[in-house]
């Protein structure tokens, strides 16, 4: 069984800034970290790996310094690892980041499921497995807990309120993950001398061969501002003790009257 996983390099949520000029996230002070649901999209993969055989090729989108989030697939077992990267696609929405992926995918060829997160923290919008999907046309499992084969394809459970879905898919199918879902093997030092070892494939628009029409991205942001608190609730004052219980009581038998 082919595996492609999806592994993207994030800002440390705690040192992100946002440019209130470009509506955009300011990387250039805050340290790197893999997306969280995406390293539990990759020991799903290694998982798989392990009880049918097959390989697991990991992908990320960015530059040189995303290699280090692909030696940390290394170091778990990994086997493939792809960067895509081209000037041509800076600035990429969901839908452009999703062309791209999917063309990276077909050029790579035979896959038989691609793993996901849910979503990024950096940019939380959830898009991209589905978008991926429908691109591929592929199947679509989305927010999985636990996963496992079928005679026919994959099968997962996903949480909805407080009971699990079962749903299930034929192959080839996208699949995005819980945060949390399994637990995320160690590295050992077997590993640690894999991801130095790990041979990193670069992909350009030069193999890729998306036209500029398709790099064009649909959706800009338009306005950026913080979250206003609701209120939930109010301070009764008075002189003392005795007068605050006073007001408490005008207030309550108030809204009882009325």
């Known amino acids: 069984m082919n595996i492609y996983v999806l592994l993207k390099q994030i800002p440390v949520i705690s040192d992100i800034k946002i440019d209130h000029k470009t ?13 969280p649901s995406d390293l539990n999209a990759l020991e799903a993969a290694l998982t798989l790996k392990g009880v ?15 290699e280090a989030q692909l030696r940390e697939a290394a170091a778990v077992g990994a086997d493939r690892f792809i960067r895509i990267s081209d ?14 992926l999917a063309a990276a995918i077909r050029h790579l060829g035979d896959a038989d499921a691609v793993f996901c997160g849910q979503f990024s923290l950096d940019s939380a919008t959830g898009q ?73 494939q670069v992909l350009t628009n ?17 306005a950026i501002f913080p979250i206003q608190p609701k209120e939930t609730g109010f301070r009764i004052q008075g002189k003392d003790e005795a007068e605050s219980a006073r007001n408490l009581a005008d207030i309550l038998f108030g809204k009882i009257l009325a």
């Open 52 to 66: 049918s055989g097959g390989t697991v090729t990991v992908l990320t989108m960015g530059n040189e310094s995303c």
């Open 87 to 100: 000037e041509a696609f800076a600035g990429a929405d969901t839908l452009v980041t999703a062309k791209i």
């Open 206 to 222: 030069n193999e890729l061969n998306l036209s500029d029409e398709d790099l064009v991205s649909p959706s800009k942001v338009e």
């Open 23 to 35: 509506f955009t996230i300011d990387r250039s002070n805050a340290a790197n970290m893999a997306n």
């Open 128 to 200: 991209i497995g589905g978008k991926l999907a429908s691109l591929l046309n592929f199947g679509l499992l989305h927010s999985a807990c636990q996963i496992d084969m079928t005679d026919d394809g994959l099968s997962i459970r996903r949480k909805s309120g407080s009971v699990y879905e079962v749903w299930q898919s034929p192959l080839p199918v996208v699949c995005s993950f819980e945060e949390g879902c399994n637990k995320l093997r160690p590295v050992t030092l077997k590993g640690k001398r894999a991801a130095k070892q790990a041979v990193i």
